[in-house]
């Protein structure tokens, strides 16, 4: 899951352009991380009729003596049957729904991903340059479906910390009265921003019907002094336009104004 409030991050698609006019992705804007590469070959090849062929190529390279030189040519092979599978084109596909990710950051680093709960992107920010980071289990670039589903609701995390409109913070704003935990504060406003963006995919037809149910769940036990009134809550963000980040923080601060009238919501 993205980092809500991190420090470090600035992360949310609205797939803005029609898939005849995908945004090319430049040259060298993707940079996979050698680990991934290779466990994902591994995991693609496993039972497959090109696994002989991979080894016959990747097993000779362990007798290069010099270090750097079979680092390099293990990287080189690895890289070059990440390409002949294509393994990469749903990353690629995903980051071209989204003219603004790919115009207004200098590179996507995919990181191997050790659980679960590690994956997810973020956006990072030093200095003038911006650069996304995805982190992946091997896993996932085999399944090219689920991944395209879970890319696409990570990285409209992104384009919502890139839209001025949505006027992200990497913290929260300081309150005079704050009673609520600062870790609770947090989960809130995950919980709410990840309502918003699926109703977003969903409206888009790009994401499961089913998983309404899932984020009502999930709502309900962040949010349980709502009570009866939590459908309507939930359907202010599941099915209302984007919201801003102040917004979600007024949620995630106060959960009785999302009774109230949220700018941009019915």
């Given at each position: 899951m993205p980092?809500?409030?991190?420090?470090?991050?600035?992360?949310?698609p609205t797939?803005?352009?029609?898939?005849?006019?995908l945004?090319?992705?430049?040259?060298?804007?993707?940079?996979?991380?050698?680990?991934?590469?290779e466990a994902a070959?591994?995991h693609a090849l496993q039972?497959s009729?090109?696994?002989?062929?991979?080894?016959q190529?990747?097993?000779?390279?362990?007798?290069?003596?010099?270090?750097?030189?079979r680092?390099a040519s293990?990287?080189?092979?690895h890289?070059?049957?990440f390409?002949?599978?294509?393994?990469?084109q749903?990353?690629?596909?995903?980051l071209q729904?989204?003219p603004?990710?790919v115009?207004?950051?200098?590179g996507c680093k995919v990181?191997?991903?050790?659980?679960?709960r590690?994956?997810?992107?973020?956006l990072?920010?030093?200095?003038a340059?911006r650069?996304?980071?995805?982190?992946?289990?091997?896993e996932?670039?085999?399944?090219?479906?689920?991944?395209?589903t879970?890319l696409?609701?990570e990285?409209?995390h992104i384009v919502d910390m890139?839209?001025p409109a949505?006027?992200?913070?990497?913290?929260?704003?300081p309150s005079?009265?704050?009673s609520?935990p600062?870790?609770?504060?947090?989960?809130?406003?995950?919980?709410?921003?990840?309502?918003s963006?699926?109703?977003?995919?969903?409206r888009?037809?790009?994401?499961p019907?089913?998983?309404?149910?899932?984020r009502?769940?999930?709502?309900?036990?962040?949010?349980?002094?709502l009570?009866?009134?939590a459908?309507e809550?939930f359907?202010?963000?599941f099915e209302?336009?984007a919201?801003?980040?102040a917004e979600?923080?007024r949620?995630?601060r106060?959960?009785?104004a999302?009774?109230?009238p949220l700018?941009?919501l019915?």
């Amino acid at each position: 899951m993205p980092r809500a409030l991190s420090p470090q991050s600035t992360a949310g698609p609205t797939p803005d352009t029609p898939a005849a006019a995908l945004t090319h992705v430049p040259p060298g804007v993707l940079e996979y991380a050698p680990e991934l590469l290779e466990a994902a070959l591994l995991h693609a090849l496993q039972g497959s009729p090109g696994a002989s062929a991979f080894h016959q190529q990747r097993d000779p390279l362990y007798e290069i003596a010099d270090p750097e030189a079979r680092e390099a040519s293990f990287c080189a092979l690895h890289s070059a049957w990440f390409a002949r599978l294509r393994l990469g084109q749903v990353i690629e596909q995903a980051l071209q729904e989204h003219p603004l990710i790919v115009q207004q950051v200098q590179g996507c680093k995919v990181l191997r991903a050790r659980s679960a709960r590690d994956e997810g992107a973020e956006l990072f920010v030093a200095a003038a340059r911006r650069w996304v980071v995805l982190r992946l289990r091997p896993e996932r670039l085999v399944t090219p479906e689920c991944l395209l589903t879970f890319l696409r609701h990570e990285l409209l995390h992104i384009v919502d910390m890139l839209d001025p409109a949505f006027g992200y913070q990497p913290t929260l704003p300081p309150s005079e009265a704050e009673s609520v935990p600062v870790h609770l504060l947090q989960e809130r406003y995950r919980v709410l921003w990840n309502t918003s963006i699926d109703g977003r995919l969903v409206r888009l037809g790009l994401a499961p019907p089913t998983c309404r149910a899932h984020r009502f769940r999930e709502f309900v036990q962040t949010f349980p002094r709502l009570g009866d009134c939590a459908a309507e809550a939930f359907a202010r963000f599941f099915e209302g336009a984007a919201v801003t980040h102040a917004e979600l923080v007024r949620g995630a601060r106060a959960p009785d104004a999302m009774l109230g009238p949220l700018s941009g919501l019915p």
